[in-house]
């Protein structure tokens, strides 16, 4: 799981401290870039710099000066990218990673609606995979869905009652998404509690934000 979320703040000097922990996606796989500290969807600067990596010399992104793509010019590059992969899919349909991943390149690049889909039709594969039923939850959620991507990590939670990357997603989306401090702070107290392994900055992540929603609600 990725430490993302810990340096986010100073990836994008546009975006404010609270903006950025409300659009985190995360992850505590370790080797991801920028924009998770536990596994789930990217960031928005995270899905930027998916998007000019994966523009092409000459392309309109790539003509932009370092500017944000357009949402259009970003699914122009899903597609392409995706193209392969969806070939592939013709003639092994149930593949789940196959599926995850396009589902993948859709999410980097703001494509919610596209990659919950692929997600989903992931699910239907391994229903049991946490991993991407938390990004779907992700995906569901920046789509506009709150209530969708709480019981999707409520579901996976049935499935790993541990998992910290659920377990984190839900306290962000229960304070950003529904305003419900005490659900937040409850889902991230069960995350230090059940998983003692993590290291230190990722506590301290967690921690950081309990104190946030703990000095908002003094406020």
């Known amino acids: 799981m990725a430490d993302e979320s810990t340096s ?16 985190a996606a995360v992850c505590l796989v370790v080797g ?22 994966n523009a092409q ?12 793509p357009r949402l259009d010019q970003m699914k122009a590059m899903a597609d ?27 999410e980097a690049t703001h494509q919610f609606k596209d990659a919950a889909s692929y997600y989903d039709k992931a699910l239907q594969v ?19 869905d709150v209530d969708g991507a709480i019981a999707q990590l409520q579901k996976a939670l049935q499935y790993d009652p541990k998992d910290a990357n659920s377990l984190f997603n839900l306290g962000m989306i229960k304070w950003q998404g529904k305003q419900d401090s005490k659900g937040a702070l409850a889902a991230w107290q069960e995350l230090l509690k059940s998983n003692p392994q993590l290291k230190a900055e990722q506590k301290a992540t967690v921690q950081k934000l309990m104190a946030d929603v703990q000095m908002q609600g003094k406020s």
């Open 80 to 106: 392409k990218k995706a193209a392969p992969l969806l070939e592939k899919l013709k003639g092994d349909p149930a593949n789940s990673e196959l599926l995850k991943q396009v589902g993948d390149i859709y």
């Open 8 to 23: 986010q703040p100073s990836a994008g000097s546009a975006w404010q401290v609270k903006q950025v922990y409300a659009m």
């Open 126 to 144: 391994d229903p049991k995979n946490v991993a991407i039923r938390t990004q779907l939850a992700s995906s569901v959620y920046y789509n506009g």
């Open 57 to 68: 010399p000459g392309s309109p992104a790539g003509a932009m000066g370092g500017q944000m």
């Open 32 to 53: 991801l870039a920028l924009g998770y500290l536990f596994r789930g969807s990217q960031s928005p600067a995270t899905a930027q710099s998916a998007a000019s990596a």
